[in-house]
Nanobody, 121 residues
């Protein structure tokens, strides 16, 4: 089994910063990509940022220039540094990873349990 465990959410004032962390553990052969999604109350889950195995990065337009995604391959971990937070960034943030558990086995998408980020105005 594979597990993703997030940490780092919390309450912060507008303009502040938070750093989210996510560690994957369990039966992992390879990680093709990792990323962060968020879901605000009453809204659909949306991609915030992603980083595939080649290290390139992809961001939602709403967070470009404010958020930075990074990873540590040795720790099977991904991070999201969030600066200049705005009230509209308030949401539950979910870690996501595309993982293969064995050679020649198709990769599968795994999700963390989510961590809440609240930005007060």
């Amino acid at each position: 089994q594979v597990q993703l465990v997030e940490s780092g959410g919390g309450l912060v004032q507008a303009g502040g910063s938070l750093r989210l962390s996510c560690a994957a553990s369990g039966r992992i052969f390879s990680i093709d990509a990792m990323g962060w999604y968020r879901q605000a109350p009453g809204k659909q889950r949306e991609l915030v940022a992603s980083i595939p195995s080649d290290g390139t990065t992809n961001y939602a337009d709403s967070v470009k220039g404010r958020f930075t995604i990074s990873k540590n391959n040795a720790k099977n971990s991904v991070y999201l540094q969030m600066n200049g937070l705005k009230p509209e960034d308030t949401a539950d943030y979910y870690c996501n990873a595309l993982i293969s558990i064995a050679p020649f086995v198709e990769s599968y998408t795994y999700w963390g349990q989510g961590t809440q980020v609240t930005v007060s105005s």
